[in-house]
């Protein structure tokens, strides 16, 4: 009589599934995920008439070099003169001659070095719009007494057209 050969034993693969379901699991929770860096930025609308050229007394110019320093109109200056004198300049309230003569003429010049860190241009460009936003805000309460985020899309257009953040990004210099 012939033995039967008995079939080799089988693997259960049964849990090779949990386990590989766990490694997957451990990968994304150790993993970290870099967050991108940027500032939000709405673009202006396409603009197809003729180029004009800005009077000085309307822009503000405002440098950043390649040790990170601003340089605002010439001048060496720190970013808490820059939260101050943004609004000065736009608003204009001592009705200086070389500052604008109204806020939607007003333009701010920001141009870096080729080699000025990611996180000083970001940082700067935040500190032009927070002062935008301060402007529009204090804007929206004397002229409608509402807050900012609590006025209507009416309202909101009419405060961006009175007060138009107008920057102008130069192409980056090389010092």
């Not at 990611?118 to 002229?143: C, E, F, G, H, P």
């Given at each position: 009589m012939k033995k039967k050969r008995k079939a080799p034993p089988e693997?259960?693969?049964?849990?090779?599934?949990?386990?590989?379901f766990l490694l997957l699991i451990f990968f994304l929770v150790a993993t970290q995920i870099s967050q991108d860096k940027g500032v939000r930025v709405v673009l202006p609308e396409y603009y197809d008439g003729p180029i004009g050229k800005a009077v000085d007394k309307n822009v503000l110019?405002?440098?950043?070099?390649?040790?990170?320093?601003?340089?605002?109109?010439g001048e060496p200056s720190k970013l808490e003169d820059l939260k101050t004198l943004i609004p000065n300049f736009v608003l204009n309230p001592d009705k200086r001659l070389d500052y604008p003569t109204a806020p939607h003429k007003a333009i701010i010049s920001l141009q870096n070095d080729?080699?000025?860190?990611?996180?000083?241009?970001?940082?700067?460009?935040?500190?032009?719009?927070?002062?935008?936003?301060?402007?529009?805000?204090?804007?929206?309460?004397?002229?409608?007494?509402?807050?900012?985020?609590?006025?209507?899309?009416?309202?909101?257009?009419?405060?961006?057209?009175?007060?138009?953040?107008?920057?102008?990004?130069?192409?980056?210099?090389?010092?």
């Amino acid at each position: 009589m012939k033995k039967k050969r008995k079939a080799p034993p089988e693997i259960s693969a049964g849990s090779m599934a949990d386990i590989a379901f766990l490694l997957l699991i451990f990968f994304l929770v150790a993993t970290q995920i870099s967050q991108d860096k940027g500032v939000r930025v709405v673009l202006p609308e396409y603009y197809d008439g003729p180029i004009g050229k800005a009077v000085d007394k309307n822009v503000l110019n405002i440098k950043i070099n390649k040790y990170d320093e601003i340089m605002i109109e010439g001048e060496p200056s720190k970013l808490e003169d820059l939260k101050t004198l943004i609004p000065n300049f736009v608003l204009n309230p001592d009705k200086r001659l070389d500052y604008p003569t109204a806020p939607h003429k007003a333009i701010i010049s920001l141009q870096n070095d080729v080699n000025t860190s990611y996180d000083a241009y970001v940082y700067t460009y935040s500190v032009i719009q927070s002062s935008y936003t301060n402007m529009r805000r204090d804007l929206s309460k004397s002229k409608f007494g509402k807050d900012l985020s609590e006025l209507n899309r009416t309202e909101a257009t009419e405060i961006k057209k009175l007060l138009p953040m107008k920057v102008s990004e130069a192409d980056p210099f090389e010092s």
